[in-house]
């Protein structure tokens, strides 16, 4: 490789590598990260779909207190303006003194007042967001929280907005699903109610995991985004058990394991039918029910089939800025006959089973990082697609047709599988028309 | 409460200032951060950089680079980078994290000059300042680093300072200085800071006259005058006809313009030049003492703006549309005539 050129792995070699071998180029901590458009969801999630700052608004009547230097707020500007937030976003500015003694920490309760006194309704709780400047600090937020709700009598949260500590124990978007369920509180459990924890939106109305609940005997199923009182939202310690959908809630579901006692099972987002009939039937041995999803998966089958015989050997690109793994997708394209030249992703362990599995179909896959320097020199003349997933596989290879993939309601299931492939479809019929 | 934002949203920080001049420069731009502040600068504050992005990179601190000061490791990363880019210069622009640190910029320039064999500048933004301030220390930077004081005068040049899209609210603002002084001898202007690179600063001293268009430029301006004896103007040529038009029929009317100094004193000059005597400038940002007068107010809270505009003693306010929520809960409601700043909104003024 010369200088000027982009960085890739091939995805045989990354499989032969491993876990622990993934090269440095890989590894954001190893180089500086590169800021493309591309890079725009690594460096700043909250600017597209969900970060700390939105997130922690999922519960119903809360507003939020940034308690920051005035960079860290800068584009929730635009969140600000956006339906439904524009009255919820208040700000203590830090000042050069703030971040090196802390004395903003003395403020915050009647900041939190102030605000809360403020609205037209009493918010249902505060979440004070707090950014780098209080994890170098080391500030006891807990503690400022308990002082700052005794006094202006409404419960107040953390949220951590710790970009220091995105590859660590508790990234951000970790630890702020752990605080949007931390208010909820032991109730009696009812055997036919459920919720489904990890996103800030909701999965889609089409998606068959309702119907499979229900007929399972959930006549409930609560999801945060979809609760609309803070009484709802305190329904949910009602739950006989959790659906976590999406890995980085595993923290808050495992939190409420242990203080409400209510266990949790992992679905994830699948794009191959037969993979999605096998999670269910594992799903149905868990939770001791029968699950016929028989003409959800014919039907899903029938979708990718057909896909498959209209574009059979077309090539995709597939980035990571998406609603679901990169190379889970990137292995059900492969699987249903589609070439995948190139990857943008970020690699870690959990992704090793994918990559082994396309590395057996597609040997020479390459696979780059957004975040590496060298993409720079990327060139999209040098692989050119007939289709990208993904708003930065979009970025690569502009003249190709997209499926950005990253809206902010949740594809799921066998529902997600049949969107993706007509999607696709739509996407490549445009470019044919054209 | 001093800080307490309830209906604004925060201004542009000191370190997008500073990222936006060095944007078309050509060098490397390392913001040292942990990846937020990137976002923020690249992904709100840059409107260049969707169509032309250019080597910025965020230095992707970590708890522990930040904890052990592991700034050799900072420079590594940015050994290995500078010698695939074949930029001419480096620059390394702070955040909060390195404030809270005490990171030494000097020092961290002198080990990246070393390491990476190229000239480097820090820019000590901590993103509790304004824009104005990032902006105008990275242009003093630049100037004191590379202006040379033996380039040839070159009548025919003219210096462009404070020309930024924080600033003046365009990504097409060179065609409105072409157009605005299509009528001088004036051929070649050089827009420091939106098209002109780090060769244009090297031939700073050549320029027979600087025009400031931001107070982020004035400090330069002066910088440049006391060392080559270079004239300068203040002026703002970007407010479109249109608007202007709207300024001429405030004539008689008590008016309050909220803008950046120069932005804001322009605009009071077109409803004066209509007859207009009663407009009083605003500003969150600098208030050069050239362009203020004793009326002028200097925002620096919330509240002290909604007391402002509640007084009665205003008609229209001419501003950002982000401060319109606030002046109407704040009780006004006479009229608004909405005057962009990209620092404020994140608005453009973009006709192209």
Known sequence: MTEDTAYYITAEKLAQAGPDGVPSELRSSEHLIYSSPAALSFNSPGAQGFGVKRAALAVPGSIELLVAPGCCGRNTTILSRSGGYRDRFFYLLMDDTDIVTGRHLRKIPEAVKEAADSCDEKPSCVMICITCVDALLGTDMERVCRRASEYAGLPVLPSYMYALTREGREPPMTSVRKSIYSLLEKRKRKSDVVNILGEFAPLSDDSEIYEILKSAGVKKINEISRLTTFEEYLEMSEANFNIVVNPECRLAAGDLNKRLGMPYIELRKLHQPSQIRRQYELFGSAVGAEIDDADYLRRAEKTVNDFSEKYHGISAAVGETLNGDTFEIALSLLRSGCCVPEIFGTVSGENFVYIKRIAEISPETRIYTNLSPTMLFYDCSDQPVDVTIGADAAYYHPDAPNVPWNSDIQPFGYAAAEHLYRALDDALEGRNRR | ?352
Request: hydrophobic letters at 40%; a negative charge; aromatic letters at 8%.
């Open chain 2, 1 to 352: 409460m001093k800080g307490m934002l309830k209906y604004l949203s925060p201004f542009a920080p000191d370190q997008s200032g500073a990222v936006s001049v060095l944007y078309d420069m050509g060098g490397i731009t390392v913001i040292c951060d942990a990846g937020g502040c990137t976002g923020n600068i690249c992904g709100f504050d840059e409107p260049r950089w969707t169509d032309s992005p250019r080597p910025v990179f965020s230095a992707g601190l970590r708890d522990m680079d930040a904890i052990l000061g592991r700034d050799d490791k900072l420079v590594e990363k940015l050994g290995a980078v500078s010698g695939k880019t074949g930029a001419p210069f480096a620059a390394i622009v702070g955040t909060p994290v390195p404030a809270v640190i005490a990171t030494d910029f000097r020092a961290l320039t002198h080990m990246t000059e070393k390491r990476c064999g190229l000239p480097a500048v820090a820019v000590e933004c901590t993103g509790t300042n304004l824009y104005d301030k990032g902006a105008s220390d990275t242009y003093m930077a630049l100037f004191k680093k590379f202006a040379l004081d033996d380039t040839e005068p070159d009548r025919s040049a003219v210096g462009v300072l404070g020309m930024i899209p924080l600033e003046i609210s365009r990504k097409d603002g060179v065609r409105y200085v072409r157009s605005a002084y299509a009528d001088s001898v004036r051929r070649r202007f050089l827009c420091y800071g939106m098209g002109s690179g780090i060769e244009d600063i090297k031939r700073a001293g050549s320029v027979s006259e600087n025009i400031v268009v931001s107070p982020s430029g004035l400090a330069a301006a002066k910088y440049l005058k006391k060392r080559f004896g270079t004239p300068y103007i203040i002026d703002y040529p970007f407010i479109t006809d249109e608007l202007q038009e709207k300024f001429r029929q405030l004539a008689g009317k008590r008016v309050l313009v909220i803008h950046q100094q120069v932005a804001a004193d322009k605009a009071r000059k077109i409803i004066e030049s209509a007859g207009g005597d009663c407009v009083v400038c605003g500003s969150w940002f600098m208030q050069p003492s050239e362009i203020k007068r004793d009326a002028d107010i200097a925002f620096s809270t919330e509240q002290q703006f909604m007391d402002t505009v509640a007084s009665g003693e205003f008609d229209v306010i001419a501003a950002d549309p982000l401060m319109k929520r606030a002046a109407r809960a704040a009780g006004f409601d006479g009229e608004f005539i909405e005057f962009n700043h990209f620092a404020v909104s994140g608005d453009l003024d973009d006709d192209i």
